[in-house]
Nanobody, 122 residues
Framework: EIQLVESGGGLVQAGGSLRLSCVAS????????IGWIRQAPGKEREVVSC????????YYQDSVKGRFTISSDNAKNTVYLQMNSLKPEDTAVYYC???????????????WGQGTQVTVSS
């Protein structure tokens, strides 16, 4: 059974930092792509970042480039999202999701975690 478990969300002031973690199990981690998708209140989900485990390629939405960094730890089957210089508009539930390749279309990710809340106060 594929499982993705996120952690690391919380409340932070604007300009602060958080690191989200996504622990994966139940599949060959090296063959998958893991994305971070967020959903703000009243808005549709959007792909924020993604890492392809096959070749290490990383992708970022323009709004987070230079502020967020995605990385992975093979030994721990874990993908991280380091979020710096956080803004109130980053407030959302953040999900990690997996599939065979990265995509900007969140509907193409087949496996999902439960989500973790990130709240950035102004």
């Amino acid at each position: 059974e594929i499982q993705l478990v996120e952690s690391g969300g919380g409340l932070v002031q604007a300009g602060g930092s958080l690191r989200l973690s996504c622990v994966a199990s139940g599949f060959n981690f090296d063959d998958y792509a893991i994305g971070w998708i967020r959903q703000a209140p009243g808005k549709e989900r959007e792909v924020v970042s993604c890492i392809s485990r096959r070749d290490g390629s990383t992708y970022y939405q323009d709004s987070v480039k230079g502020r967020f960094t995605i990385s992975s730890d093979n030994a721990k089957n874990t993908v991280y999202l380091q979020m710096n210089s956080l803004k109130p508009e980053d407030t959302a539930v953040y999900y990690c999701a997996g599939d065979s390749s990265c995509s900007w279309y969140w509907t193409l990710f087949g496996a999902w975690g439960q989500g973790t809340q990130v709240t950035v106060s102004s």
